[in-house]
């Protein structure tokens, strides 16, 4: 949470500093800031609570002297409510220095405590107004401020990255982190920071990721990374793929428009490269091959939609690669005593890649001897960086803060390490897998006929946008699925919305059904000869019955829901286990169609933000 941008170069930084802020807004929302120092090589803050909107306008209004180092802020805020005072930069005590900071610094009372007793004052309730104050304090002492920052940072708990700049360096921004992302952009004569390569993308596509506990020092044109005790620390750059438009609305009406209209090519490019003469081919995986081979267990541990997709995984595993697989939530697994050994693969799913709760829970499996695999969607992140292994998928920037076309890419990438299983432990035939392979191939073209249903389905959601409450019900596949609608529905629209296996309705939640009470069926296809399509529809009945009104999303042509449903959308033909990477996008468009009749934000729900950084 909270997105940060950095500069040092030969342009005026507060295009860059806004730009970037703009392209980091969905990691936090609640207030804005950035520090220059300016052309008169004097410090100049500017910040304000709400978006950042709120801020540019006021920029606009009253234009300030800019410079050509600068940092920039977006907030979600932890310690301090979000108010213009809470919002960063925070100053040193001489009003000289500015810092910025996305973490959590667990002792900041104590340390408080401590500089109140020496005499300094606060005027915010933020943990990060500490870092500011004893970095401005062990300035005065050193006079670098590269050299402050590695006296405060061993003094620092828990999650941080800090920027900060000081009047008397100008061309000069210094960083450090610990369990919170960080990235350098490297340009010709500039040099960028950010949390995570958007921040950046426009202007360069080199990029370097800072490790763990380490400080980076940016000037013009050059860049220095040390550890915490300063010693020096080789670099490796790397080229972002992403193409900035692929940042950028596109005419679209939100982010999240843009996003779901390309879970087609999502797809395709999670795919792309990764099939060949009817085999998976993953060389990422090669250093882990032996391990993957031999495999007693494999555990996911995710968060979110991360974590229905991993549901669907275990499906897919199981039934192709015969692995036994269990899937955990990140933040209940470390906090237990789980059972791991060494020929536990733990497969760890992320967008971001900067999921706190996800990368400690792969820290810890990885402690205890499990190979670790991670699936991300963001090139250098730090989840992938401390995983034996990277999976990535080429979903493009999710921008949009609830995540749509991230979750099909998961999915995809799920089920080619799954297909990739099955051959290496030869579990599926020749044919058994060409055909997955072909079900999967197929899958794109397949979404797009989705996508066509979207007019009906926004038509749907304007008729219930004064719903209080929507149940969704699936079996086997199809209940991640009805998961997922839930939580989206929740996240973008603030509907009591509630997601239940079908099977499980007698056993309490069918008291919930009273006359008038929404409920859309995830129906599986009659064609399969294991399918639960007789007891799916036996549940719409039993729903039915007590006054519900259903909708239902089943296959074309599937005729036996028709009774009993009171909308239906279709879906395609295909196989059991592609079902869901299609019957997801019409819930998807639900949410997000019903949000919009509701006027609100599809692209920043209140109270989230993308890459939930602390625990
Ligand atoms: C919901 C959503 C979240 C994320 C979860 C994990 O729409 O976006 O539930 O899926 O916070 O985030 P990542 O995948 O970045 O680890």
């Not at 997801?584 to 509701?598: D, H, N, T």
Request: charge should be negative.
């Amino acid at each position: 949470m909270c997105g940060i941008v950095g500069y040092v170069g030969n342009r005026p930084s507060l295009g860059v500093l806004i730009g970037g802020l703009r392209r980091l807004e969905y990691r936090g929302y609640d207030s804005a800031g950035v520090a220059m120092i300016d052309a008169g090589g004097r410090l100049s803050t500017h910040k304000r609570a709400g978006k950042l909107n709120v801020l540019t306008e006021e920029l606009t209004a009253s234009p300030i002297a800019d410079g050509t180092t600068g940092i920039g802020h977006t907030r979600w805020a932890t310690h301090g409510g979000p108010t213009d005072r809470n919002a960063h930069p925070h100053l040193g005590d001489d009003g000289k220095l500015a810092v910025i900071h996305n973490g959590i610094i667990e002792n900041f009372s104590a340390l408080k405590e401590e500089l109140v007793g020496e005499g300094f004052t606060f005027a915010s309730e933020t943990d990060t107004e500490v870092a500011a104050v004893l970095l401005g304090r062990e300035y005065r002492e050193t006079g670098d401020l590269t050299l402050a920052f590695r006296r405060v940072v061993g003094r620092l708990h828990g999650a941080f990255t800090l920027l900060a700049l000081h009047e008397d360096q100008p061309g000069v921004v210094v960083g450090a982190r610990r369990n919170s992302p960080l990235v350098i952009g490297l340009g010709e004569g500039e040099n960028f920071l950010g949390s995570d390569v958007a921040a950046f993308v426009e202007h360069t596509r080199r990029a370097v990721a800072i490790g763990q506990d380490q400080i980076v020092t940016i000037r013009p044109d050059a860049i220095e990374v040390t550890d915490f005790e300063g010693n020096a620390v080789e670099t490796h750059p790397f080229e972002i793929d992403w193409n900035p438009a692929a940042a950028d609305k596109g005419g679209w009406s939100s982010f999240m428009a843009k996003e779901i209209s390309e879970e087609p090519d999502a797809v395709a490019n999670t795919m792309r490269g990764r099939i060949a003469d009817g085999q998976v081919s993953l060389p990422e995986l090669d250093g882990v091959g032996s391990v993957l081979a031999d495999a007693d267990r494999v555990l996911i541990l995710a968060c979110g939609t991360a974590a229905y997709a991993g549901m669907l995984g275990k499906y897919a595993l199981e039934k192709w690669a015969g692995v036994p697989v269990d899937v955990e939530l990140s933040h209940e697994f470390r906090y237990r005593e789980p059972v791991i050994g060494p020929r536990t693969v733990v497969v760890s799913i992320s967008q971001s890649g900067e999921t706190m709760d996800t990368l400690m829970a792969v820290k810890y499996a990885r402690e205890r001897g499990a190979t670790t695999l991670s699936i991300c969607n963001t090139q250098g992140a730090t989840i992938a960086r401390e995983s034996d292994a990277a999976l990535y998928t080429h979903a493009g920037p999710e921008v949009a803060v609830a995540s749509t076309k991230a979750f099909v890419a998961q999915v995809t990438a799920l089920y080619l390490l799954a297909l990739h299983l099955a051959s290496v432990r030869s579990h599926l035939d020749e044919t058994q897998l060409r055909d997955a392979l072909d079900e999967l191939g197929a899958l794109p073209d397949k979404l797009r006929t989705v996508l066509e249903t979207a007019e009906e389905i926004q038509e749907l959601a304007r008729g219930m946008s004064d719903t209080r409450s929507v149940l969704f019900l699936g079996r086997h596949v199809g209940y991640p699925i009805a998961l997922e609608g839930a939580l989206k529905l929740k996240e973008l629209a603030y509907i009591h919305a509630e997601g239940f296996a079908a099977g499980e309705l007698k056993h309490g939640p069918i008291a919930l059904i009273e006359p008038g009470q929404r409920v859309f069926v995830v129906v599986p296809s009659p064609r399969d000869s294991n399918s639960l399509h007789p007891k799916v529809v036996s549940n719409i009945q039993e729903i039915r019955a007590r006054g519900a009104h259903i909708i239902a999303i089943a296959e074309q042509g599937d005729v036996a829901v028709l009774p009993f449903a009171d909308d239906v959308i279709r879906i395609p033909l295909t196989a059991a286990l592609f079902e869901p990477l299609l019957s997801v996008v019409p819930l998807q468009i639900f949410a997000m169609e019903l949000a919009a009749a509701k006027g609100l934000d599809v692209d920043q729900p209140r109270n989230l933000a993308k890459s939930v950084t602390v625990e």
